[in-house]
């Protein structure tokens, strides 16, 4: 089944910016992530204790999680035991990042991460080191930090020379 929106879309693409409005350049920013999982209570304690997000309210099946000051970063929707995970091949997000300002604070939560024994994937891609955990409904998490606002590799690798992290 085709979506009702596909037409529009295409008229969209087809449609030169000058006529189109423009390329937006600001007042765009990502609100927030939403995600289902099976069990609120399950799901709290990693979100809070391991990452350090602040629960800002509890609606029955909903919670809502801060990074900052703001309402909520992330929404966690409560929706049973019996619920799938997508295929491999299903559309949708295949994860969501969360970027950290510090090497320190990367390191810190990479650490904690490797105390805790949750399971992890890091990778270095020439822009920035990053490490990917699923929470207990199996969601993907990468947190990183961005090498281009931080000092150089060479610098990076004596440094941690010797901590365990290999990148």
Known sequence: MKSPCLQTYRNLVDTPRSQAGGQITGGIRLGHVHLK??????????????????????????????????????????????????????LGPTHFALEVSH???????????????????????????????????????????DRRQTRTEASARKQHKGSGIDY
């Open 37 to 90: 999982v099976r069990d609120l209570n399950a799901s709290l304690p990693f979100y809070t204790d391991w990452l350090g997000l602040n629960v800002t309210k509890r609606i029955g099946r909903f919670a809502f999680l801060a990074i900052a000051g703001e309402h909520h970063s992330l929404a966690l929707e409560e929706v049973g035991a019996r619920a799938e995970n997508p295929s491999r091949f299903a």
């Open 103 to 145: 090497e320190a604070i990367f390191f810190a939560l990479r650490g904690r991460t490797q105390d805790v024994g949750l399971p992890f994937t890091s990778q270095y891609t020439g822009i920035s080191w990053s490490f990917g955990v699923r929470d207990p409904d199996g969601n993907d998490i990468e947190i990183y930090v």
